[in-house]
């Protein structure tokens, strides 16, 4: 090669190999691709794998510190959602490379895996990560009970919310039919926002919170007025999925994620309730 190709070359290497993530779902694809030690800052909400959250906390998801970033020296940081644009434009006004992310459906997730691999040059594993959780989803779907209950997916409390586009997606693979469809095409959670008393017109067979950061808390839910009078609270079918297994678009959500809302949606169409008490779910006893 030659000399001076070679020495511009040698100012940088190939792919970036220190990144920062803002959020948990792309520090969860670099690890789960085999490459976690290009990781050297994470956010401080990451759960998943333990691991890593021995890694430098830098951010929440609406505020970085800036001045850690830059003494990290990454060469790549990786953000979510257009709630982090702020974020972004203020690390490319101080020179650091950025992707962010806004994948907002199943495909999209699985899409923004691929690329999260590319970026850093491991598109095979990437693109093998990507086709085990496919094949995952595809046994999940083809395990999905004839009968679909109505389902509704509740992600904030007030304003009441709810789910997110690929959570609706999802608990249609899985069997169900998410109460509010037409919700799913929003972009910002602003479009997804439902009047309390719209819910027990379309009758929840089934309602499955899932609180971004904070526990769901039972009573709240079944407190609603005329809410007592649908299936769902009648037949106590209330039940919560951690907002860290479902409501980060990554791996996560569809693995934990998927399977919990495919083993609640089973239940509710053979007409059971899943016992309790049971990690991760919603039920009567012993809650707030």
Request: a neutral charge; glycine letters at 8%; one cysteine or more.
């Amino acid at each position: 090669m030659n000399a001076r190709l070679e020495a511009l070359l040698a100012a940088a290497p190939p792919h970036p190999r220190r990144v920062v993530c803002l959020t948990e779902e792309t520090t969860e694809t670099l690890y789960r691709i085999g490459a976690g030690d290009l990781v050297v800052g994470v956010s401080g909400f990451t759960m998943r794998p333990p691991a890593a959250r021995q890694k430098p906390k830098v951010s929440t998801f609406l505020d970085a510190d800036f001045d850690r970033i830059l003494e990290l020296r990454p060469d790549l940081v990786l953000g979510f959602s257009d709630l982090q644009a702020d974020l972004a434009a203020e690390l490319a006004r101080r020179g650091v490379a950025v992707h962010l992310f806004n994948q907002r459906s199943v495909a999209e997730i699985l899409q923004s895996i691929r690329t999260v691999a590319g970026l850093v040059g491991r598109h095979d594993e990437g693109d093998r990560l990507a086709l085990a959780l496919t094949a995952n989803l595809d046994r999940l779907a083809d395990a999905a009970p004839v009968r679909r209950p109505r389902v509704f997916f509740e992600e904030w409390p007030d304003p009441l919310i709810s789910g997110i586009r690929w959570v609706s997606e999802l608990v249609e693979l899985v069997g169900g039919d998410p109460l509010f469809p037409e919700t799913r095409a929003a972009q910002g959670a602003v479009g997804r926002i439902i009047a309390p008393d719209a819910v027990p017109p379309r009758d929840p067979e089934v309602i499955v919170a899932s609180w971004c950061g904070k526990k769901a808390v039972r009573r709240t839910i079944v407190g609603r007025p005329g809410w007592d009078a649908t299936p769902a609270v009648r037949d106590d079918q209330i039940y919560e999925v951690r907002s860290v297994d479902i409501l980060q678009p990554g791996p996560a959500a569809l693995t934990d994620g998927a399977e919990q809302l495919a083993r609640i949606v089973a239940a509710v169409a053979r007409g059971e309730r899943l016992p309790a008490p049971r990690q991760g779910f919603l039920r009567h006893a012993g809650l707030s």
